[in-house]
């Protein structure tokens, strides 16, 4: 009796069938997938960092600051994450150790240096008043 031989393991069926796959490709079809493969990691890539929350804060938020020796306040630039520019003219009236009190004034627009001196003036007058009523 003819019987037909036997079945090889699973593991080595399987390894058999991925070479013979392997064996099948054209060159046309090792270009495509090695195009797919140069596409697919940046793009991965691209998706994982945009899932990240402490990366999409590090690369869309912008902090900067400008003191002005001459006013005697700070000038500061804040957006966060792609958000809406916020600037603030702030005027520091109280140091103990390492922490700071400030008075500011918060604006949706940058200002120009007359408003920047007047808004400093104010400040200080604010804190002046505040250091006063303290005593």
């Given at each position: 009796?003819?019987?037909p031989?036997p079945a ?8 058999l069938?991925?070479?013979n796959?392997?064996k099948?490709l054209?060159i046309s079809?090792?270009?495509?997938i090695?195009?797919l493969?140069?596409?697919?990691i ?11 929350e402490k ?8 902090y ?12 500061r ?9 916020v600037?603030?003219?702030s005027?520091?009236f109280?140091?103990?150790g390492?922490d700071?009190w400030f008075v500011?004034?918060a604006?949706?627009?940058q200002?120009?240096?007359?408003e920047?001196?007047?808004?400093c ?9 505040m ?5």
């Open positions: 009796m003819d019987q031989p090889p393991a699973p593991a080595e069926g399987r390894y069938g991925w070479l796959a392997v099948g054209t079809n090792v270009l495509v090695g195009m493969v140069v596409i697919a940046p793009a991965y890539l691209v998706w994982r960092a945009l899932d990240d990366l999409l804060d590090r690369f869309l938020s912008t900067e600051e400008f003191s002005s020796q001459q006013a005697g306040c700070t000038l630039h804040a957006q966060q994450r792609g958000g809406p520019d600037w603030a003219v005027s520091g109280a140091f103990t390492s700071r500011n004034v604006l949706d627009r200002p120009d240096r007359e920047i001196n007047s808004y003036e104010a400040l200080k007058l604010i804190a002046d008043k250091l006063a009523d303290d005593k």
